[in-house]
T-cell receptor, first 117, second 114 residues
Framework: SAVISQKPSRDICQRGTSLTIQCQVD?????MFWYRQQPGQSLTLIAT?????????ESGFVIDKFPISRPNLTFSTLTVSNMSPEDSSIYLC??????????????FGAGSRLTVL | AQSVTQLGSHVSVSEGALVLLRCNYS??????LFWYVQYPNQGLQLLLK??????LVKGINGFEAEFKKSETSFHLTKPSAHMSDAAEYFC????????????FGTGTKLQVIP
């Protein structure tokens, strides 16, 4: 399966600033996703990063707050804009390939742990 | 729409004892079911998946899970726990066919006591 690298692995940010998380996959993948993981809660899908077009956002997430880019089949970025302490979380990049047994098997990066002060 | 319920946010077992992590799902269409494991400071890794066919699915590290449609369950088991099994385990569900959104449970932290 694909190997996913995320950076930064962790960061401490000031309220009101923005941070961009980068996600690099070692092979071309059809679909890339961004999840948020908060303690005691399930992973929540933020959006599907579409190559060459605007990301598809889940209910409760908007482009102005979480702009996403996907310039090619191996790279994506997620920006967390105008951060508040409520945005403190782990952000996970994941990818799926059409060839994964026809099922929706996801590969995940190690995550980016953000703390907003 | 699909949803997953994992019973027990924390489970403790003794080394060598049976591991049983419970997962119940809800799906209006035939589901695909997954178990993922997350070790500290790492991303989630696929343990096993059920798509179609045999309802008892074997995964990595000696884990297995059985799809029981009548009970809407997909519990994860391992006959004998090892210290290295200590991690967080996530059950997940999606609709079958093509790429479908994957919905995760809240996770169960497994502690293995020596």
């Amino acid at each position: 399966s694909a190997v996913i690298s995320q950076k930064p692995s962790r960061d401490i940010c000031q309220r009101g600033t923005s941070l961009t998380i980068q996600c690099q996959v070692d092979s071309q993948v059809t679909m890339m996703f961004w999840y948020r993981q908060q303690p005691g809660q399930s992973l929540t899908l933020i959006a599907t990063a579409n190559q060459g077009s605007e990301a598809t956002y889940e209910s409760g997430f908007v482009i102005d707050k979480f702009p996403i880019s996907r310039p090619n089949l191996t790279f994506s970025t997620l920006t967390v804009s105008n951060m508040s302490p409520e945005d403190s979380s782990i952000y996970l990049c994941s990818a799926a390939r059409d060839t994964d047994s026809g099922a929706n098997v996801l590969t995940f990066g190690a995550g980016s742990r953000l703390t907003v002060l | 729409a699909q949803s997953v319920t994992q019973l027990g946010s924390h489970v403790s077992v003794s080394e060598g004892a049976l591991v049983l992590l419970r997962c119940n799902y809800s799906s209006s269409v035939p589901p695909y079911l997954f178990w993922y494991v997350q070790y500290p400071n790492q991303g989630l890794q696929l343990l096993l998946k059920y798509t179609t066919g045999a309802t008892l699915v074997k995964g990595i590290n000696g884990f297995e899970a059985e799809f029981k449609k009548s009970e809407t369950s997909f519990h994860l088991t391992k006959p004998s726990a090892h210290m290295s099994d200590a991690a967080e385990y996530f059950c997940a569900v999606s609709a079958s066919g093509g790429y479908q959104k994957v919905t995760f449970g809240t996770g169960t932290k497994l502690q293995v006591i020596p």
